[in-house]
């Protein structure tokens, strides 16, 4: 089915995958990993919050970082933008690598390079586990956080391609080392079948992969014969998608939309509500999630195809963003990512015409502006001066030069990562912002 994946892109056969559900799973699950960690952990954050979840997680780094384990953590400072300077402080003076990626300009006091961020979530355990979906390292993806907590999901994997994650999470770490692993290394190169599921890592950067994750998208949209369930948070997609979705609904294909009824961001519904009409029209249903704010990025294809990730369907993390997914093949999981499709489905309302032509005038108008705003986002955004990002380390040390985190083996895999890295040596700065 996907003969376009090759190299770093082929699937990887023989791997265990674990559905976790909100933060509920996530959390537990990730910290248990940490906790009997022996050698090396890589987590890669949006959102990085000091709360109930961001103390447990700090809690778990430090004791893992005193036992003898090698960490790099790399946040986005636009999502970990007030993040106290104690907290990562207790991080790096236990030896944690602390990277931010892309710091806003700290004149400004404020957030203004909202493109190109390091939007994905990833986490790799002594080589052998990896975390990858759309759950922040935050108390909001908790149900218990109320209303607006976050319904999200991630998964666990383990087997062959997480070897392949860690060379990505790797690439952005000067300090990452295979010599971390010891007498681990062995055992995570081996391919011995520990599942059923054949599974691709997709990653998207805005250098040589620029289209993978829409291209898997695409291969299994087109691909499909009985049904398509695609639920996310940010729906704009390119009118590739658009086209073979509904293209997909013309054969026969059962479509179905889950989008967010309750959003976080007003504008990404309005502009999602843009597209109602054509959807409808195809026959595609399209449904807006009611319980709360839906930051779901997953998707399923007839029997066996399924992906989850960081990617949304919008502009964002289409055409701007770093972002990661896998793509599996597996009809058990794609079965259980059904069971959650219908279980989204049923807290939903499903748009029918007769909502669709009770819309008001100035309702209309307001999504039409919506559109034209997130269709041109990326065109606007490329006339503005080209913005390299740049991943900057804060340490404790002052002992510490500054490095260059391109070598040739990562320009040529990774060029995204290819940037120059600073060292912010111990100063005074009461959160991100100020870096």
């Not at 976790?20 to 996530?26: A, C, D, K, S």
């Not at 007030?82 to 710091?103: M, R, S």
């Not at 963003?321 to 219908?342: G, R």
Request: hydrophobic share 40%; charged share 25%.
């Amino acid at each position: 089915m996907f003969e376009l994946y090759k190299g770093k892109k082929r699937f990887t056969h023989g791997n265990r995958i674990e559905l976790l559900e909100n933060g509920e799973t996530f959390f537990p699950q990730l910290i248990r990993r940490i906790n009997r960690a022996e050698k090396e952990i890589f987590i890669e954050t949006f959102i990085l919050s000091e709360d109930r979840v961001g103390n447990a997680l700090q809690k778990a780094l430090v004791a893992a970082a005193k036992r003898g384990v090698w960490i790099s953590v790399t946040a986005d400072s636009y999502g970990t933008f007030f993040l106290d300077a104690d907290y990562i402080k207790t991080l790096t003076e236990a030896g944690v690598v602390f990277q931010i990626f892309d710091p806003q300009p700290s004149w400004l006091k404020s957030r203004p390079n909202l493109f190109r961020r390091l939007h994905r979530k990833l986490a790799v355990i002594d080589g052998r586990y990896a975390f990858i979906g759309g759950i922040n390292l935050s108390h909001e993806h908790m149900t218990e956080h109320g209303p607006t907590a976050k319904q999200d999901y991630a998964v666990e994997v383990e087997g062959p391609v997480v070897p392949i994650i860690r060379d990505l999470c790797k690439a952005y770490v000067p300090d990452a080392n295979d010599k971390h692993l010891g007498e681990l290394l062995p055992q995570m190169r081996q391919t011995a079948k520990v599942g059923d599921a054949s599974i691709a890592f997709v990653a998207r950067d805005n250098r040589r992969f620029r289209n993978d994750i829409e291209k898997a998208y695409l291969l299994g949209i087109r691909k499909a014969r009985k049904r398509i369930y695609i639920a996310n948070a940010y729906f704009f997609p390119s009118f590739r998608i658009l086209r073979a979705l509904r293209n997909a609904a013309k054969r026969g294909v059962d479509v179905t939309v889950i989008l967010q009824g309750e959003p976080d961001i007003p504008l990404a519904l309005r502009a999602a509500r843009c597209l109602y009409d054509k959807l409808t029209g195809d026959g595609i249903k399209v449904y807006e999630y009611l319980e709360r704010p839906l930051h779901a990025k997953i998707a399923l294809i007839d029997d066996d195809w399924a992906t989850i990730g960081s990617s949304n369907l919008d502009p964002l993390s289409l055409a701007l963003n770093l972002e990661a997914n896998v793509v599996v093949l597996d009809p058990t999981f794609n079965q259980q990512l059904f069971a959650e499709m219908i279980k989204l489905r049923q807290a939903s309302r499903l748009i029918e015409n007769r909502w669709l032509s009770r819309r008001s005038r100035v309702h209309l108008i307001k999504n039409f502006i919506s559109y034209h705003i997130m269709r041109h986002w990326p065109s606007v955004a490329s006339w503005f001066p080209t913005h390299t990002p740049v991943i900057r380390e804060i340490k404790s040390r002052e002992d510490m030069e500054d490095k260059s985190l391109s070598t040739s083996e990562v320009d040529s895999q990774h060029p995204e990562a290819a940037n120059m890295r600073k060292i912010v040596e111990k100063r005074d700065y009461t959160n991100l912002s100020e870096v």
